[in-house]
């Protein structure tokens, strides 16, 4: 069964930093897309951030522009969101997100695998 896991969720305040990690069982990430999106309460979840297969290519919400980073390590089957900078509008479970192949971009219609998505909240 192919599974998706976020971890690095938490409480921290407005300009403070967090790292959210994504990792699979049952398949490895190498072989995929991967995207971060999030969910505010009684909003859309929309995209964050994506990353091509071996990471040459990135995109970001122009909301994570120059705040977030993307990066993967293919052998320790790990991509990760660095957040910094954050705000209390980047309040929201975040999601990572996987699909076979070549990155098309950072719509939710775009991947296949979910994960059960880690609680970020940004308040003071």
């Known amino acids: 069964q192919l599974q998706l896991v976020e971890s690095g969720g938490g409480l921290v305040q407005p300009g403070g930093s967090l790292r959210l990690s994504c990792t699979s069982s049952?398949?490895?990430?190498?072989?995929?897309?991967i995207g971060w999106f999030r969910q505010a309460p009684g909003k859309e979840r929309e995209g964050v951030s994506c990353?091509?297969?071996?990471?040459?290519?990135?995109k970001y919400a122009d909301s994570a522009e120059g705040r977030f980073t993307i990066s993967r390590d293919n052998a320790k089957n790990t991509v990760v969101l660095q957040m910094n900078s954050l705000k209390p509008e980047d309040t929201a479970i975040y999601y990572c997100?996987?699909?076979?192949?070549?990155?098309?971009?950072?719509?939710?219609?775009?991947?296949?695998?979910w994960g059960q998505g880690t609680q970020v909240t940004v308040s003071s």
């Open positions: 997100a996987a699909v076979s192949g070549v990155l098309h971009g950072c719509s939710i219609y775009d991947y296949d695998y």
């Open positions: 049952g398949f490895t990430l190498d072989y995929y897309a």
């Open positions: 990353i091509s297969r071996a990471g040459e290519t990135t």
